[in-house]
């Protein structure tokens, strides 16, 4: 069972920063994507940003240009510096990881709220 252990969540102010961090302790060379995704209460689960493992990304039309993901396959870690936060970014966010032959394996989440 691979275990995703997130960091960096927090409080921060409209405009502010803040940095997560995905620590997976599966190292096999099958796991090809990794990424963050979120939930606001009340609303869906949604993809905010994915990497692949030679650094292909893709993000949310709403983060484009705000959110910055990136990944250290020798850590086996995926980041998601989170910039110009706005209140709408306010939700838990959810570390995922893609594994071939595998189902998808989710992190416990880490809660973000941007106050205005």
């Known amino acids: 069972q691979v275990q995703l252990v997130e960091s960096g969540g927090g409080l921060a102010q409209s405009g502010g920063s803040l940095r997560l961090s995905c620590a997976a302790s599966?190292?096999?060379?099958?796991?090809?994507?990794m990424g963050w995704h979120r939930q606001a209460p009340g609303k869906e689960r949604e993809l905010v940003a994915g990497?692949?493992?030679?650094?292909?990304?893709n993000y949310a039309d709403s983060v484009k240009g705000r959110f910055t993901i990136s990944r250290d396959n020798a850590k086996n870690t995926v980041y998601l510096q989170m910039n110009s936060l706005k209140p709408e970014d306010t939700a838990v966010y959810y570390c995922?990881?893609?594994?071939?032959?595998?189902?998808?394996?989710w992190g416990q989440g880490t809660q973000v709220t941007v106050s205005s």
């Open positions: 599966d190292r096999s060379l099958l796991v090809t994507d």
């Open positions: 990497i692949t493992r030679g650094g292909s990304t």
């Open positions: 995922y990881l893609r594994k071939i032959g595998s189902r998808d394996a």
